[in-house]
């Protein structure tokens, strides 16, 4: 499985996370059902906005790119995302690109213009636009299609961009057609035959990159090996935030879009993670704090279920649950209906106080990458950079409302109780004395 990974100039937004979710969910459904999954997610480390950021903070480009894959494996590792294994940086595969590009001028599928840029020759491929659904006909200059004097077709794409005087050093290669650096396209084509070999099952990513990045990695591929190049394509759907009443995909250019570390200040990284797979992936995902508490709290349902069983009661078996998940996550990895499946498992655990189905509810979560705490750990863990109360401090409160109940003040234990509420935390008075709590 390869899948287009992030070009690393500035933190990921939700949008990131939600391919690096989704693809992590693929693999550990794939696995769990027996496959042997090698996953390769790329790093695109050279890039117009790598070098223009690296050259206005006057650094190197290795330094800026360095600092911000360190800082997306830190937000994956909080999102629960197993890494990938093969993550390889563009600008360590640039020999395996010239190899390519050198292939596709031998067949005339590329040609070197006057600029020394060297364009891939769209025309001469049969079967341009097939995985986008595109003609060439209907296709024209214009939405993500560069018009240059220098392509003998505006439809043509660069595989190979001339340095330009102004550029950094860092930011150039030798070449037979060149001093320059790869184009955008060949870095998937080059990286994902070399890992994973000419022909490979499942290529991913955002919709996004249907057109033209992977209608273009298609080009390439095929045509400079003459192999069928992935097997299935799958793309998630946009993250879409509602921006002066209007809905519109979550992006950098829009300058509309909710940094990963900034969302996880206010949110447990497993809401937002359980936020993501409530939409199934191909579907539009809508940003809203309203969302992500709604999935706060239908996760702490889930966790209060698995975490209250404490017998081993008389279970109703015929809801058939394992069966209805699997073929949920077989339906093109439906995870709404997955979801709702572990919500029926749940309102039996709390029927039957089965120990044993909430043990069986805890690994089918588990699949998707939740459940894997104690209910204690979720329930009460702070949140990075929330202002709220300390457990000490919660402690101190509830003993205090307990004294007030002892001295029969109940206004006094009634203004306690208020006053967590208003700082996020939920008691629960348990049978028998004694009280549980909760962050809301």
Same mark, same amino acid.
């Given at each position: ?8 100039? =500035? ?9 690096? @979710? ?10 769990? #059902? ?33 600092? $911000? ?7 994956? =590792? ?9 993550? *390889?940086?563009?600008?360590?595969? @640039? ?18 213009? /006057?600029?020394? =840029? ?12 097939? !995985? ?6 209907? !296709?024209?200059?214009?939405?993500? @299609?560069?018009?240059? =004097?220098?392509? #003998? ?14 550029? *950094? ?40 990159? #249907? $057109? ?28 879409? @935030? ?14 509309? $879009? ?38 706060? #709290?239908?996760?702490?349902? !889930? ?10 009661? +008389? ?71 929330? /202002? ?30 208020? +006053? ?21």
């Amino acid at each position: 499985m390869y899948v287009c990974g992030m070009t690393v100039y =500035d933190f990921c937004h939700l949008g990131h996370a939600r391919v690096m @979710v989704v693809f992590d969910l693929l693999r550990k459904w794939l696995r769990s #059902q027996g496959y042997d999954v090698t996953y390769v997610r790329n790093i695109t480390d050279i890039d117009d906005k790598i070098i223009r950021r690296a050259v206005e903070n006057g650094e190197s480009i290795r330094s800026l790119t360095d600092r $911000f894959i360190a800082a997306m494996h830190e937000d994956a =590792d909080a999102l629960g995302i197993e890494r990938p294994d093969f993550e *390889p940086r563009a600008t360590e595969y @640039v020999e395996e690109m010239k190899t390519m590009i050198h292939q596709l001028m031998d067949k005339r599928l590329a040609y070197r213009s /006057e600029s020394g =840029d060297v364009n891939y020759s769209v025309r001469a491929f049969p079967g341009y636009g097939r !995985l986008s659904g595109k003609s060439l006909d209907e !296709l024209r200059a214009g939405e993500r @299609v560069d018009v240059s =004097d220098n392509k #003998q077709d505006p439809l043509d794409f660069v595989l190979w961009k001339s340095a330009k005087a102004e550029e *950094p050093d860092d930011a150039k290669w030798e070449a037979d057609f060149g001093v320059g650096r790869p184009g955008w396209h060949i870095e998937c084509s080059a990286m994902s035959c070399k890992l994973l070999g000419n022909t490979f099952d499942i290529h991913g990513g955002g919709a996004d990159l #249907q $057109f033209p990045h992977h209608e273009n990695e298609i080009a390439q591929s095929v045509g400079a090996t003459g192999e069928n190049f992935a097997s299935y394509w799958m793309h998630n759907g946009f993250v879409r @935030v509602e921006k002066n009443g209007v809905e519109e995909k979550m992006s950098k250019s829009l300058n509309n $879009f909710f940094t990963i570390r900034d969302i996880l200040k206010h949110y447990d990284p497993e809401v937002v993670r359980f936020f993501i797979l409530r939409a199934q992936y191909r579907s539009p995902l809508n940003y809203s704090d309203d969302h992500l508490d709604d999935a706060k #709290q239908a996760l702490t349902r !889930l966790y209060k279920a698995v975490g209250d069983a404490q017998a081993v009661g +008389e279970i109703d078996w015929s809801a058939d649950f394992e069966s209805r998940f699997a073929a949920a996550m077989n339906d093109d990895i439906n995870t709404p209906v997955a979801v709702s499946v572990l919500f029926d498992m749940a309102s039996e655990v709390n029927r039957s106080n089965s120990l044993e189905l909430a043990s069986r509810l805890k690994a089918l979560a588990g699949v998707l990458g939740i459940l894997g705490r104690k209910g204690d750990e979720f329930l009460k863990a702070e949140v990075a950079g929330a /202002e709220g109360l300390t457990e000490a401090e919660i402690l101190v409160l509830i003993d205090a409302r307990a004294q007030a109940k002892k001295d029969r003040d109940f206004a006094r234990a009634d203004a306690v109780r208020t +006053e967590l509420l208003e700082k996020g935390v939920v008691l629960e008075d348990i049978r028998g004395g004694g009280t549980e709590w909760r962050r809301a």
